[in-house]
Structures are given as structure tokens and as C-alpha cells.
């Protein structure tokens, strides 16, 4: 099926109209040599029935972490939240599913009002003033955030927090390499970084007085290892150099329970917004957030929407401060960010809405108790320790007595997803495992894992026996 | 029904004359729209210090009016399950159902991406098919599926280009920075080339709207990276020097890259390897049918030769031989490659209703869909060739568009309305107005698609048939429209003079 509707008689007719006997005539300017003599080596059309049987194979290939037989334990910045029924249903919707960018106002005020709200709750979440209507992901967010610092600043030094995700700071490296500008790396002590090890950092750069060539200080919190980060004194440590900005790499569930990026002084905010309502899909698409103070707001990337009137004085939305963007501003725009990821920024605002301040909180403070709970019990089993000693949102690192991979593997049989393999995932050696929990994860399951750790050592006490 | 100026208006629940409030205006204190179990484990604290007093000022809703304010938002929408799109350059052809239902299946939504590769197999296999099947109707070798979109495909591409250059090993000429584009092309290929550290350098188009061979020979040199060409172009028109161009570009060292936004016109039909293309970007929400969803999100794959493959970015799907069968897997090792460009592997619920589409299509389907959206183009072309010129379209001197096309209204503008008058009237009629003022002033960019059938093209004519009709009579009448859209023309400018992007709660 190619959803052609076109039937043979009418093709015939509208060649007629046009004044040729056959289609491939209008190919006129294609020249013979450039056509392709033979149809494409693609397997045959597949009928709807067929293809559906072919895709619920391919699904059944799988063994989806997130599912009611599975108790799964894997975050590194992509979490299994509980989904209200109203985000599919309405953003479900074919009215938004369907649509265009909203470059046309008069016909686009449904979505233009959704994203209004949308970057309100952004601006809500994070103590910002100004959202745009979302970018790609988390890490290239992050990147885009940098650039717009360097941009702002006019300065080439980038200092980042050793304790970002991996993935962050490497499309940071890809995104950079081509530009005036290099990263700089802040190592890390307990799982987080100092004020210290910033202001030496920082430093660094210049015989080691301070340094005036810092754009921008990146810090992700919870960070990478779910450790919490000092916001408030690392950023007062970098705004000691004047005009340096501070980068806040957020998870948008833990802005409910921990103070927001702003009241710690953060001038921009970014982050992954897969917790807020997007399903972990296999990694996307997902939804990149960006915050900012008002006056970085010209400076920033992407699609903003703005509150105005109709002719008849009527409250309407429309798309914004376009002179930023590419389709006006071509090599001199902030970014080449064209299509961003509206449907998951509307994923976002119904989510948001659905859980509301109360809700939102709770599912944060939720978080916190289980996984500290969890946390409690693995540390409890005898080989196995926390990593780290500081304060942590819903991640945390356990040292084992084992490779994280024989606990893993231990947990096939029994439909345990026990975390992720630190070493592997390039923040650890390999035996740490990444730990997740969220507030989909019940007390059993809980009790389940600590019971897998203590089988995971004693299975490999046994192997090494022999 | 008009509002009674002696009152102030009631805020608009069902579908009247009032804009609807904002979700943050329905706010009830207390009320909740869904919950949680209680908590099944002991409470813990964390340091005072971090914690913040008061849960951000989110709305508070009960459940039935938070469902009544977004149904209510999709009222006040375009789409097209219920709207014609003759949208310029942005092919927005109809989504099937199928692709939504497949990619809501369990098995696909639930997997985290980092689980181990034995978990997600049928994942992989789907993304690895995706991957030989748009490396073949590319007519290129290799395909890399990360990029989240049209415009971050370009930029990867460019990133790929350049690496291959800068290595001593590849083609070892790192003093190349510059780039050359259409006046033509789309803002995403200049603002890419700053991206990645290049400079632009534009070529202008002939009289017929093509490139300028001649100038393109003497601005290419042995600084020049690549040339970043649309073909079909964003005026319509297939560029039959595309052989000749590529030689210039081959001749001096440079490389081709094809901006893939008009693939619709030539899928099945023409390959771009074929025609000296070196490295290009899909959009996989224009050719391959998956929702634009109110922008986004959308998917670029790129698709490049052979000796640019080892700088694609990590990681890259494969498949090897295993104990039964074959097994697929993620290649981190690739030691050229220019790194990562996102997070975790890709738009992976975009790209499964791509493979989604083009395994419904099939190789014979896919031929059919370019060929008739050229045929709608040149159909719609014609029947208003009369009213709104079209400068490079002219059946009676053997002059076609490809899949979209340009008419440059001039005599209609004659009488006092401007193209977004236009534009506007066509909301009027349930139609959402086509690209304007790109890539040349003036112009409206028309393209219907494929999917469109023959009584839409008919209504689509008529109406701007009518609205040309409307011009002549009462130009007034079309310079206020829209007259019946959820709201009437949007004072875009007092917009940009002064910037309100979220709402503040009055006391």
C-alpha cells in the first residue's frame, strides 16, 4: 500500500489536463543516465495485515525493561516513570500528531497555546524566565547551551563537570571540535565536583590567576552517578569571574523536590525531558529543554512562542523572535535547530498538568525514599558498598564484589534488570553497577534485587571454587 | 455570535468566539488529575539545604476539564487528517494509522537504550533493514540513522566531510573551510556550515531557475569543501546539470552533498549516488510519511560513500554471524568516527514508522509516490497557470516541475494584497495556505503530495481560483481574512516588540 489515491482513469485525466500522454514525460530535465533503469532492490510490498504480523514479530524479538513482568533498574539518563492515560490520549490526538510547525498562526493556535504553556512550566520547573519550545534531546541541548555561551561571551574556555552524563560530554566534544573553542574537564572527588577543583580549574587557564576566558561552568545535578550537586556554591565559584555563565544540566522530575537551577543561580538550564510523559522508546525521540535568563533570551536556539492579540484584541500565540532562526538569519543564526520535537514537548505540558505541583512532587520524593531504601539494602548485603557518600536523587553506584555483568546475567532468568554496567557505560570500572529506582518500582521488587545481589556473589564465590 | 461590548466576555469553554483560557487559568488549588500508590518503603531525608520549600507552580486540575482544555486545544489546529497541505518544500503528505499503531507496541516503547543488545534484537534488526534499505535508495554505501533531524543530518554529514579531510589518512586537505549553496537553499544548510566552522559562499541561480554554472566554476577552488545542492530544487525543478555540477565540484577536490528535503520527487525514480552525489540527509517526516507533530519530532539519516563511512558517528547498527543465525549488534569501536552526536542511538520511534512505510510501499510503491506527487504538482500547475503565473512551469514549451512548484502571483498583487492576504483566505477554506516568499519574493511554493486525491487538487484550484476572483472584486475582503479560523489575523509584529513567553499569575 502506497496510499496513492489516485485511481488509473483519473491519472489519465490529469495527463490529459497537462497536455502529456504518459508521467514519465514531466521527468523532462532528468536525464537518461541519471534514472534508475530497474526497480530499487527493496523487499516487496508488504498489505497492512502483513506488515502488522511482521512488526509484532520484530517486537516479540524484544525484552523490554519496561514491562509488568520486568523489574527494571536501569536510569544513566533515560528513566521508566508511571505515564497518566491522559498523556497518550491526548497527545494522541491527530490534530497534534499530524500537524505542521505552526509558522501559520491562524491555523495553529491549539498547538501555539500548548507550547506557550509549555515553556511556562519550563520556566516553572527550572526558576528561569524565558523556555523555548524544545530541541532534540538532552545532550545536544546541553551543546547548544554552550555554544550559545560561547556566543554571548565571545570566550573559547568551556568547564565541564567530569560528573556529566558520558554522552553529554561526548556530542560536547563533537559539537565543539570544529569551533574556537575547547573543553576543559572538572575532575571529580566523592562522586561530585568542588568548589575547589572548579576554582582550579578555572585557574588553570591563565598562569593561575583566574581565569577571564571562561564562558561557560556546566554542571549536571543529580549527576551522572545520581549525586547531587552543590548548584549554589560551584555557581557562586564561577560567577566570581565576571560574565562567566553557569550551565545547569537538570532532570526535570528532581526540579520538584530540589531547588531549581535558578534560585541556585544558574543562568541557563538544560536537560533530557524523556521523564516528564515520554515513553524509553529505545532512546528517542525524547525532548531537549533549554531555559535561560531574559537577557540571554535573543541569544537563544530554537522555536520561541509568544502571547499577542488577534485583530479583534483577542488573547492568540504565534511563533516568535524568528530573527534568531535559521529560515531568517541562515549563517548567522544561533542555531541550525529547525525541527525540534513539538509532539514530546506537548507530551510534556499534559504530563505536567495531569501531575500538577502535589503530584510532581511526590513522584520525586518517591523516588528519593525508594531508591534510598534500595540503596540501604544492597549496601546491607554482605561484598557490596555505595560507592559514594553524598546526597542522591533516585541513581546511585554500588561497588560489588563481582562484575557488574555476572549480576546483571544473574538477573535473566528471574526478570531482574539490575542496573547498568559502569564500566561500560565509560563512569566506572566493572564492578559498579548503576542503580535506578523509580517510583514505578514497589517494595518486592526492591527485596527482589537485594536478594539477586546476594545470589550474584555467592554464584561467583561457587565459580571461583572450582 | 458577537460578544456583548457592555459585559466583559465569558472565557470560551466549548468552541465560541472566546480564546480559551490557559491551563495555568484553569488551576483549581487542591484539585488532581491522576495519583500514585501510597509509598511502600520507609521515608528518607535529604540535606536541608538542596531541597526546595515549595513544588514548582504547576496548574492543579481535575481530570475531565485537563481532557476538555487539550481536546478543546486540537480544535483549534490545522492537521492533515483534517486539512489539505500544500506546503512548499515541506512534503506533508498523509501518516498512516499502521505506522502509530506499530510504533505503540509494548515491545518497542518499553526498551530502555542501554539494554544489552540480546535484549533488543528485534529493535536492531529493524534499524539495520532501515539502514540498507536507505543506503539503497540513495544510490550511497553506508547510512548512519542517529541524526534527530533534517538540519542535524546536515550538520553530521558536514562533520563527517570535514573529518575526512582533516585526516592525513583520508583526504588530508584540512585548509578546506568553505562551502558553497544555492541562494536557493534552505536556512538549515548556511546555519550548518557555521556549525561546523565552515564558511558559506552562495551561488546564484540562472534566469530558468538552475544553478549558475558558470559561477559555481569560478567560486569553487582548493578551499572548497563540498556544495550543498536541493534537487529537485526548492523552486521545483529537477537540475539536469546535476552531472556537470558534480564534475566541477569532483574536478576541484570538493565533494557533492545533497539536501535530501526533495527526495518525494525522485524516490525509485533517480538515485543521488547516481548523479554524483557524495553524501545527503533524508527527512524522514517529509519522503517517508512520519508525523510532523506540530513540528517535531522528525529524523535525518544520512547517507554518504564509502570512504566517509569510518568517520560516521558512533555507535553504528551491524549484524555478525552467531551461534544461531546471525546476531545484531552496536558498534562502539570506530576509531575515525567524529563521535556522537546525541544521546543514546537515535529517533528510534521515528525510525521504526519510517521501515514502517517504505516495507507498505515497497520498491514499486515508492516509485509510484514520487511519480504522482510530480504528477499533482504539474496537475495543480495547470489549472492555475492562468490566475497565479508560474515562471517555470509552461507545458506548451515542454517546461515541468518536479513534486512542488512556484507561481509568482504579480497581476493578483497588483490590486493591493500582499501573498499572507492570501495565505490567510485560504484558512478560510480548510487549507493550509502553501510556502511563501521562498525562495524567491514574492512566490507562493506550492506541493500537494501524493496522497492528496483528485477531488482535493479540483477544491484546491477552485478555491484559489475563487480567492483570485475575491482580489479582483474585494481586495478588502481578502486583506481581512481570516474571517472564520479560531481567531482573526495575529499581530505577529507587537509579538516580537514585546516578548511575553510565559504567562504570570495575576493576583
Known amino acids: 500500500m502506497d496510499y496513492v489515491p489516485i485511481t488509473e482513469s483519473q491519472r489519465r485525466k490529469m495527463l490529459d489536463t497537462i497536455g502529456v500522454s504518459q508521467t514519465e514525460e514531466l521527468y523532462t530535465s532528468l536525464s537518461p543516465e541519471h534514472r534508475l533503469d530497474r526497480p530499487l532492490d527493496l523487499p516487496p510490498a508488504l498489505s497492512e495485515l502483513q506488515l502488522m504480523r511482521t512488526l509484532r514479530a520484530m517486537a516479540d524479538e524484544n525484552r523490554p525493561a519496561a514491562s509488568p513482568d520486568t523489574a527494571g533498574f536501569l536510569g544513566g539518563g533515560a528513566y521508566d516513570h508511571f505515564i497518566p492515560a491522559v498523556v497518550d490520549a491526548l497527545a494522541g490526538q491527530s490534530a497534534f500528531v499530524t500537524a505542521y510547525t505552526p509558522y501559520q498562526a491562524e491555523a495553529s493556535q491549539g498547538a501555539l497555546q500548548a507550547f506557550f504553556e509549555f515553556q511556562t512550566q519550563i520556566c516553572r520547573l527550572t526558576g528561569l524566565d524565558v523556555a523555548n519550545a524544545s530541541l532534540y534531546d538532552g545532550a545536544t541541548a546541553t551543546a547548544e547551551a554552550v555554544m550559545m555561551a560561547l556566543n554571548v561571551t565571545g570566550r573559547r574556555r568551556v568547564l565541564v563537570a567530569s560528573t556529566l552524563h558520558p554522552h553529554t560530554r561526548q556530542v560536547l566534544r563533537t559539537y565543539l571540535a570544529d569551533l574556537p573553542a575547547h573543553v576543559v574537564e572538572i575532575p571529580a572527588t566523592n562522586g561530585v565536583v568542588s568548589v575547589e577543583t572548579l576554582r582550579e580549574a578555572m585557574a588553570a587557564g591563565n598562569g593561575g590567576a583566574t581565569s577571564a576566558d571562561v564562558a561557560c561552568v556546566v554542571v549536571q545535578s543529580p549527576n551522572v552517578y545520581g549525586c547531587i550537586e552543590d548548584w549554589s556554591a560551584l555557581f557562586a565559584a564561577a560567577h566570581e569571574v565576571a560574565g562567566t555563565l553557569a550551565v545547569a544540566v537538570i532532570n526535570p522530575i528532581a526540579c520538584a523536590l530540589l531547588k531549581t537551577p535558578g534560585a541556585c543561580g544558574a543562568d541557563i538550564a538544560v536537560g533530557e525531558g524523556q521523564p516528564l510523559g515520554i515513553p524509553l522508546q529505545y532512546g528517542g525521540p525524547y525532548l531537549g529543554l533549554l531555559a535561560a535568563r531574559r537577557k540571554l533570551m535573543r541569544k537563544m536556539p530554537g522555536r520561541l512562542i509568544g502571547q499577542t492579540t488577534d485583530a479583534q484584541g483577542r488573547r492568540s500565540f504565534c511563533l516568535t523572535l524568528q530573527t534568531r532562526e535559521q529560515h531568517i538569519r541562515g549563517a548567522k543564526a544561533t542555531s541550525n535547530v529547525c525541527t525540534n520535537q513539538g509532539l514530546l514537548a506537548l507530551r510534556a505540558t499534559i504530563y505536567l498538568s495531569a501531575m500538577g505541583p502535589e503530584g510532581l512532587r511526590q513522584v520525586a520524593e518517591q523516588c528519593t525514599h525508594k531508591a534510598h531504601h534500595a540503596a540501604a539494602r544492597l549496601d546491607a548485603v554482605e561484598g557490596y558498598s555505595l560507592a559514594f557518600e553524598g546526597p542522591f536523587f533516585h541513581e546511585f553506584v554500588v561497588n560489588c564484589p563481582v562484575p557488574a555483568r555476572a549480576v546483571i546475567d544473574a538477573g535473566r532468568t528471574q526478570r531482574i534488570m539490575p542496573g547498568l554496567d559502569c564500566g561500560a557505560l565509560g563512569i566506572g570500572d566493572a564492578n559498579q553497577l548503576l542503580v535506578a529506582v523509580t517510583e514505578n518500582r514497589t517494595a518486592a521488587e526492591i527485596d527482589g534485587l537485594a536478594a539477586l545481589f546476594q545470589q550474584a556473589s555467592r554464584v561467583n564465590v561457587s565459580s571461583n571454587a572450582n | ?507
Open chain 2, 1 to 507: 455570535m458577537k460578544a456583548d461590548s457592555d459585559r466583559n466576555p465569558i472565557p470560551d469553554d466549548a468552541g465560541g468566539a472566546e480564546s480559551p483560557p490557559l491551563i495555568f487559568e484553569r488551576s483549581t488549588p487542591g484539585a488532581r488529575a491522576t495519583d500514585l500508590p501510597s509509598l511502600d518503603v520507609p521515608e528518607s531525608v535529604l540535606p536541608a539545604h538542596l531541597v526546595a520549600d515549595e513544588p514548582p507552580a504547576l496548574p492543579q486540575i481535575g481530570q475531565v476539564d485537563l481532557v476538555r482544555h487539550y481536546t478543546r486545544l486540537a480544535e483549534r489546529n490545522f492537521s492533515v487528517d483534517a486539512n489539505f497541505y500544500p506546503l512548499g518544500s515541506c512534503t506533508m503528505k498523509y501518516n498512516p494509522k499502521v505506522n502509530e499503531q506499530a510504533a505503540a507496541m509494548p515491545g518497542f516503547t518499553g526498551l530502555h537504550p542501554l539494554q544489552d543488545d540480546a535484549d533488543v534484537q528485534g529493535a536492531l534488526r529493524m534499524l539495520y533493514e532501515l539502514r540498507l534499505a536507505l543506503a539503497e535508495i540513495a544510490g550511497l554505501d553506508e547510512v548512519c540513522l542517529q541524526p534527530a533531524a533534517g538540519a542535524h543530518g546536515e550538520y553530521t554529514a558536514l562533520r563527517v566531510i570535514r573529518a575526512w579531510f582533516q585526516d592525513p589518512e583520508g583526504g588530508n586537505q584540512p585548509r578546506r573551510n568553505t562551502i558553497v549553496a544555492p541562494d536557493t537553499a534552505h536556512g538549515t544548510n548556511p546555519a550548518s556550515c557555521t556549525m561546523c566552522g565552515a564558511g558559506v559562499v552562495t551561488v546564484p541561480s540562472s534566469a530558468d531557475g538552475l544553478v549558475d554554472l558558470d559561477a559555481l566554476r569560478d567560486l569553487v577552488d582548493d578551499t572548497t569543501v563540498a556544495m550543498m545542492i536541493t534537487n529537485p530544487n526548492t523552486s521545483g525543478l529537477f537540475d539536469g546539470s546535476i552531472g556537470r555540477i558534480a564534475e566541477i565540484l569532483h574536478d576541484a577536490g570538493a565533494l557533492l552533498y545533497l539536501d535530501g528535503a526533495n527526495m518525494n520527487a525522485i524516490v525509485g525514480v533517480a538515485r543521488p549516488g547516481d548523479f554524483g552525489v557524495d553524501a545527503m540527509h533524508y527527512n524522514t517526516h517529509k519522503t517517508f510519511s512520519t508525523p510532523h507533530g506540530c513540528g517535531g519530532p522528525g529524523a535525518g539519516p544520512i547517507a554518504v560513500r564509502d570512504f566517509l563511512s569510518p568517520y560516521l558517528p558512533v555507535p553504528q547498527v551491524q549484524v555478525r554471524e552467531a551461534t544461531k543465525g546471525v546476531e545484531y549488534y552496536l558498534d562502539h569501536d570506530r576509531p575515525k568516527s567524529i563521535g556522537k552526536v546525541r544521546s543514546f542511538f537515535g529517533q528510534f520511534g521515528v525510525l521504526l514508522r519510517c521501515w514502517a512505510y517504505i516495507s507498505a510501499c515497497g520498491p514499486e510503491g515508492l516509485r509510484h509516490v514520487a511519480q504522482t506527487a510530480v504528477l499533482n504538482a504539474n496537475y495543480l500547475a495547470a489549472g492555475l497557470r492562468d490566475r497565479y503565473e508560474t515562471p517555470f512551469f509552461d507545458p506548451g514549451r515542454r517546461r515541468f516541475c518536479a513534486h512542488e512548484f512556484i507561481a509568482v502571483p504579480q497581476r493578483l498583487l497588483d490590486h493591493g494584497v500582499s501573498l499572507i492576504d492570501i495565505a490567510k483566505r485560504l484558512i478560510d477554506f480548510g487549507i493550509h495556505p502553501p510556502t511563501m516568499h521562498w525562495p524567491v519574493h514574492n512566490c507562493l511554493m506550492i506541493e500537494p503530495t501524493e496522497t492528496e486525491s483528485l477531488a482535493t487538487l479540483d477544491r484546491f484550484v477552485e478555491v484559489m481560483l475563487r480567492i483570485a476572483d475575491e482580489i479582483e472584486a474585494d481586495a478588502a475582503h481578502v486583506r481581512a481574512a481570516p474571517h472564520n479560523a479560531p481567531v482573526r489575523r495575529v499581530d505577529e509584529v507587537a509579538a516580537a516588540r514585546n516578548p511575553v513567553l510565559a504567562h504570570e499569575d495575576v493576583e
